[in-house]
């Protein structure tokens, strides 16, 4: 199924996918079966998520993308590149990596930690420290006020920031992201998130991002991976699939009982399911919301403003209005791509 919602990056969608791994497969020295034959398709520009439980391979199945782990069956082919037969070091500098605890250089200034990268490279220091102020800019980091700092002079999520800076600064066409947003809280967490998403949109990059909470899977994801113990993948689909029709009980379960509402953030408006405005509606509506907002905030202005509809525009343009019948056909419609 393709990607659904704005986010799907289909604009560069080519037949051939971006990342496929075919039967890849780890089982460690001691016996242990982190990942079980897996096969997984990537698209162009496409964010894929792996979700599941603590311990199911997900991990393990990040690492070998980039191998820093050795699969022991299977190919992993990037941009339809065998990966095995290339320089491991060599193909690491081609792919950003995000980790969870970010691995910034604690001695080195902000600036100097992202400029390391384009140093790699062999470019100057005049042109690394100008990319690294452009990519510190790019991820919301005013090079002049946070440039000079070190590490530990700055907060939890803007660390993370500059890990994603630095990932990027290679402008690598994969990005490989462990848990990147796991060590803030929740406020930080949810608008490193959308600011991701808007970069991500910007910059087409293929994402592989892991994480073990759902809602960061389907608020993320084009498409979701769950993995179940052993390595197994239970189901790789769209969120809005994935809430709606769950393979298996494993997976209805990881979901979660109030996956029916987790279908109303991964869905945005469209205006096949408005009805016109009219002058008595027009005197019902109290305040409008965007076109491009999910049904979960259409609703949310239902509540707030105690009305059975809210108006909705596109830029100062009014659209039509939303009603909870129309909530209803969106999320149906929704399933049918
Ligand atoms: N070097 C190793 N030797 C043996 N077993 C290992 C090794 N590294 C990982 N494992 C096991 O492989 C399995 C998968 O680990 P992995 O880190 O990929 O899981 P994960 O899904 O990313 O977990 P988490 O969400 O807790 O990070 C686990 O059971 C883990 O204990």
């Not at 509809?309 to 009014?318: Q, S």
Request: charged residues 25%; hydrophobic residues 40%; negative net charge.
């Amino acid at each position: 199924m393709e990607p659904t919602g704005s986010q799907a990056g289909t604009q560069h969608a080519a037949s051939e996918p971006m990342i496929r791994l075919t039967g890849i497969g780890k089982t460690y020295p001691d016996g242990t079966v982190a990942v079980h034959e897996l096969d997984l398709e990537v698209g162009r520009g496409e964010l894929a998520v792996l979700v599941g439980p603590s311990g199911c391979g997900k991990s393990t199945t990040l690492k070998m993308i980039n191998r820093l782990i050795e699969p022991t069956t299977g190919t992993i082919e990037i941009d339809g590149d065998d990966v095995t037969r290339r320089d491991p070091v060599e193909l690491r500098r081609g792919i950003g990596y995000v980790i969870q605890a970010v691995g910034l250089f604690p001695h080195q200034r902000i600036t100097a930690n992202v400029m390391t990268v384009p140093l790699l490279y062999g470019e100057s220091k005049r042109t690394a420290r100008q990319r690294a102020e452009e990519l510190l800019d790019l991820v919301g980091l005013d090079p002049k006020t946070y440039g000079g700092r070190y590490p530990h002079e700055l907060s939890g999520g803007q660390r993370q920031r500059v890990g994603v800076a630095r990932a990027l600064a290679a402008d690598p066409p994969v990005l490989l992201m462990d848990e990147p947003f796991g060590a803030v809280d929740p406020v930080v967490r949810v608008r490193l998130q959308e600011e991701f998403l808007r970069l991500q949109r910007d910059l087409g990059k293929t994402v592989v991002l892991v994480t073990h909470d759902i809602d960061e899977a389907v608020t993320m994801g084009d498409r979701v991976a769950v993995f179940a113990e052993g390595g197994r993948l239970a189901q790789y689909a769209t969120p809005a699939a994935l809430l709606a029709h769950p393979a298996d009980d494993f997976v209805a379960d990881f979901v979660g009982a109030t996956r029916g509402l987790r279908r109303l953030s991964v869905t945005r408006l469209d205006p096949a399911h408005l009805e016109p405005m009219d002058d008595v509606k027009a005197g019902e509506l109290g305040t409008a919301i965007d076109l491009d907002s999910t049904l979960e905030e259409a609703l949310a202005a239902m509540l707030r403003d105690d009305r059975p509809m809210v108006g909705v525009k596109d830029g100062a343009r009014f659209v039509g209005v939303l009603t909870p019948a129309g909530v209803h056909r969106a999320l149906r419609a929704s399933l049918v791509e």
